[in-house]
């Protein structure tokens, strides 16, 4: 069955340091693969997206997710963490092209000064 | 603020009793999905509408739930006799034709039921 799996329910990294949230996904074809984040009290705001091409993907807030059919992967990165940062972060597919997104569980993402 | 809008943000009902949410999209959006997220969980596909047309519907939405985008502009989201199993968020997000348009998410309305 198609899915969507975020290994990690909580990360650490200490402030000015690089963070990598993970992601993997199952499907037979190609997906178009998300990462959205979700601060408390708010909507879940949308980072960055992979369709097709370039296998590294630049978005917002100075993110990136690097796309890896190999290891059929897609881990959300940034060279140096933010306290600000810190919040709830889905990876989400539309794995059958068919506009359902499947959403991962979420990775909590804490970042100390 | 020009994004998706979702009303009431909060509702707390008594088992058994009906509930509707509204949600209103980015208005150039013709596309509007409605999910479901509980604690600990990501966001779960409900339903989904291009313009007016309901498209395709969970199996997770059973037959207590309803959904409608009359005039293609805002949908509703009905629940009828509610469950304690129903308590969750409900999310509204929308975005333009195209399949791998992101989606534009609201706030959510959150549900609890007693």
């Known amino acids: ?113 | 603020d020009t994004g998706v809008s979702q009303d009431p943000r909060h509702k707390i009902t008594k088992r058994g009793q009906n509930v509707t949410f509204r949600c209103d999209p980015i208005s150039e959006h013709n596309r509007l999905y409605w999910y479901r997220q509980t604690l600990g969980q990501g966001p779960e596909f409900l339903t989904y509408f291009q313009n007016e047309a309901q498209l395709e519907k969970s199996r997770l939405l059973s037959d207590r739930f309803s959904a409608e985008r009359p005039k293609g502009s805002f949908s509703t989201l009905e629940i009828q006799r509610t469950e304690q199993g129903d308590s969750a968020m409900y999310l509204c997000a929308s975005s333009v034709t195209l399949t791998y348009n992101e989606q534009f998410f609201g706030p959510g309305t959150r549900l609890t039921v007693l």
């Open chain 1, 1 to 113: 069955a198609q899915s969507v799996a975020q290994p990690e329910d909580q990360v650490n990294v200490a402030e000015g340091n690089p963070l990598t949230v993970k992601c993997t996904y199952s499907v037979s074809g190609n997906p178009y693969l998300f990462w959205y984040v979700q601060y408390p009290n708010r909507g879940l705001q949308f980072l960055l997206k992979y369709i097709t091409g370039d296998n590294l993907v630049k978005g917002s807030y100075g993110f990136e997710a690097e796309f890896n059919k190999s290891q059929t992967s897609f881990h959300l990165k940034k060279p140096s963490a933010l306290v600000s940062d810190s919040a709830l972060y889905f990876c989400a597919g539309d794995l059958t092209d068919t506009d359902k997104l499947i959403f991962g569980t979420g990775t909590r993402l804490q970042v100390f000064p």
